[in-house]
């Protein structure tokens, strides 16, 4: 990812690039002296880094509260993907200095329409509160976005915004996205 990341700043200066952390990268302290190293090697990277932990492996790994502390320490960002599906995400939300919550479509899955909406309402609300970002994945069509729009979730992933791509795809869509930005600014 470091060797990745020269490429796509040069597109986007601002972007912040999302990896998942494994079981194996809580139980170890390799990650961290990773990251330490590219951090001082390259001043700024934790600023475009946004290390994401899945709620469950939060609760099976209890040394997993030191190294969201050791990286917030770094520099990085840490959230929670695939919240409310391991049970114990809004406790670790709260006392472990995680910067976002990731929701996973899962949660919501056997809920009817209004209650999709109240769960999403809530969960937007506790975001604020907390003033950590919340991030919709599984987005898949149009009308989602603008749902969730409404309800004041900017943040999303999903096919239907971009399906996965190597590097060089993704510095061409980011360039594109790039351009259309400026013609959108400049018309206005």
């Known amino acids: ?25 809580l139980q170890s302290n390799k990650i961290v002296h990773h990251l330490a190293e590219h951090q001082s090697a390259e001043g700024t990277f934790s600023r475009h880094i946004v290390l994401e932990i899945a709620d469950s492996l939060l609760i099976l790994h209890p040394e997993s509260e030191e190294l969201v502390r050791t990286l917030n320490e770094l520099g ?23 910067s976002g919550i990731k929701m996973d479509p899962v949660v919501f899955s056997h809920l009817s329409d209004d209650d999709k909406n109240t769960l999403l309402e809530l969960c937007a609300s506790i975001a604020k509160r907390l ?17 969730l ?40």
Request: glycine share 6%; hydrophobic share 40%.
């Open 1 to 25: 990812m470091h060797l990745d990341l020269p490429a796509l700043l040069e597109v986007k200066p601002n972007i912040k690039v999302h990896i998942n952390l494994s079981a194996f990268d």
């Open 76 to 98: 990085y960002e840490v959230n929670i993907d695939d919240f409310a599906t391991g049970n114990g995400g809004l406790r670790h939300l709260i006392s472990k200095g995680l």
């Open 131 to 147: 003033d950590v970002k919340l991030v919709a994945k599984g987005i898949e069509r149009e009308e989602q976005i603008e749902k």
């Open 149 to 188: 729009k409404k309800i004041g979730i900017s943040q999303m992933q999903g096919f239907h915004i971009c399906e996965p791509m190597s590097l060089n795809n993704c510095v061409t869509w980011l360039s594109s996205q790039s351009v259309v930005s400026q013609l959108l600014r400049t018309t206005k």
